[in-house]
DNA sequence: AAATATAAACAACATGTGTAGTTTACTAGT
DNA sequence: ACTAGTAAACTACACATGTTGTTTATATTT
């Protein structure tokens, strides 16, 4: 969890850096406005003014895009709440929920037609941050730990997702306080240690 | 949950029904071989000797036959056990994760590649099923049930997908004994209703 | 500044998906 | 048995995706 950036960031050509930055924030501006199954690889590449074959160069597929792009987003919000770089405690994980919450909530908000496809991708996506990063903050444990994190990896996942679907929304800070002790009750053992 | 059977398969022209069960068969029959990624329409429609176009008339595009598919057999599973039937006690969760993992075992064994799309598409139909369910199970409950239902849902499903997934499985009835608490601990309060 | 390396543009092509209209074959109703 | 309705085959087409090879433009090295 150390470094964030990925072989695709590290030693650019201007050029590519040029280019990748582009696609980017043309996806990013394209999928607000149109959704995800609307985009195609030619809207991108007119978008960010670039070659359509040009993408290929960087990414394998429309779907290879919105993993970087989602990752590359949720990363940051870890990052930012210093996330990556404490142990499990209670209130690490109540910030933690509250963090996936409102990430999904703002996809939710930004993506103009959410489509079949594209949710279970940001979920595969950001399962696997959360429980990377489960895993880490419970390392040290002595206590079988595998089930336990898969378990609260999939309710965060799940809880935050159900709240970025509410209609009528509570306040974050409500709906974290309720959904807490549900995933709380399987990590209390590693509290104490 | 009382009646399984969909639009699809009610008041259906021979000639109809002879189509989508060709169309059914040969999917499964080329899941197995090579993989979802892999299959196409015109490879549905050669093994199933029917002209490509026809497809559409009964399907959208694959992924509608997939969740068909999917959707179908599962239930096939959850009334072979008579899941629908009954109300939440200890007992019937605890076949239900049985099931569950059954499922995706079987799943993870019949489908040549895996793919990354593959699978997301499957869980959202088998949460879908596991929610109502469990919606049903609960409709008598004074308690609130949304947000418990939520997480024992993904919960449920993440360890049986987790248990689909290990390299070297430990017998299935020991992994459900393991299993059993992590999701019975936030449904506790309704086995006492 | 010139030479070399590399990213992007360009052109051409193959493949799969999905739509629309017409004709043929099968089913249901009389 | 005949008629009307409907499913499937057929034909043609548009569109998006993905690959390949060549040329042009930009960046790095000498």
């Known amino acids: 969890m150390s470094s964030s950036l990925t072989v695709l960031e590290e030693k650019l050509d201007p050029r590519a850096k040029r280019t990748r930055h582009l696609i980017l924030t043309s996806f990013q501006s394209l999928l607000t406005e149109k959704g995800f199954d609307a985009v195609s690889i030619q809207d991108i590449a007119n978008h960010a003014e670039i070659n359509r074959v040009t993408f290929y160069a960087h990414f394998s597929d429309k779907y290879a895009l919105l ?31 509250l963090t996936v919450c409102e990430f999904l909530a703002s996809i939710h908000t930004k993506c103009a037609q959410p489509h079949q496809q594209f ?75």
Chains 1, 2 share one sequence.
């Open 67 to 97: 993993e970087y792009a989602v990752r590359k987003a949720f990363i940051s919000e870890i990052e930012k709440r210093k996330l990556d770089l404490c142990n499990y405690s209670p209130e690490n994980l109540r910030t933690m929920i």
């Open 119 to 193: 949710e279970p991708l940001v979920e595969g996506i950001i399962k696997k941050q959360i429980s990377e990063l489960l895993a880490h903050w419970l390392i040290k444990s002595k206590l079988p730990t595998e089930l336990p994190a898969t378990v609260a990896t999939w309710a965060i996942y799940g809880l935050a997702f159900h709240y970025s679907q509410l209609k009528i929304r509570p306040t974050l800070e409500q709906f974290v306080e309720e959904a807490f002790p549900l995933v709380a009750v399987n990590l209390e053992q590693f509290a104490s240690e």
